[in-house]
Nanobody
Framework: QVQLVESGGGLVQAGGSLRLSCAAS????????MGWFRQAPGKEREFVAR???????YYADSVKGRFTISRDIAKNTVYLQMSSLKPEDTAVYYC???????????????WGQGTQVTVSS
């Protein structure tokens, strides 16, 4: 079993930065692919970034160059560093863990409860 808890969300002005954390408990996730997703009100959950167990990273086009996903295996923690934030980044951000081939939200096995990020204009 893996439990994921997100933190670090909040209110920030456009152009500002936030760092989200996803702490895992239970089984270590060194062999999992970790992903970040977000969901704005009235919209579907969308992919933001992933960090595979092989060390590869992938980002949605909308956040490339602005967001960075990283992980600390020893701490069982995954991070999402967000910079140059835009109002359209406003959403609840979720971390997730998956094994095997993962890409879409439905591919992931474990999810956190989410943390709110609000970017003011």
């Amino acid at each position: 079993q893996v439990q994921l808890v997100e933190s670090g969300g909040g209110l920030v002005q456009a152009g500002g930065s936030l760092r989200l954390s996803c702490a895992a408990s239970g089984r270590t996730f060194s062999m999992y692919t970790m992903g970040w997703f977000r969901q704005a009100p009235g919209k579907e959950r969308e992919f933001v970034a992933r960090f595979s167990w092989t060390g590869n990273t992938y980002y949605a086009d909308s956040v490339k160059g602005r967001f960075t996903i990283s992980r600390d295996i020893a701490k069982n923690t995954v991070y999402l560093q967000m910079s140059s934030l835009k109002p359209e980044d406003t959403a609840v951000y979720y971390c997730a863990a998956g094994s095997g081939r993962v890409f879409y939200a439905s591919d992931y096995d474990y999810w956190g409860q989410g943390t709110q990020v609000t970017v003011s204009s």
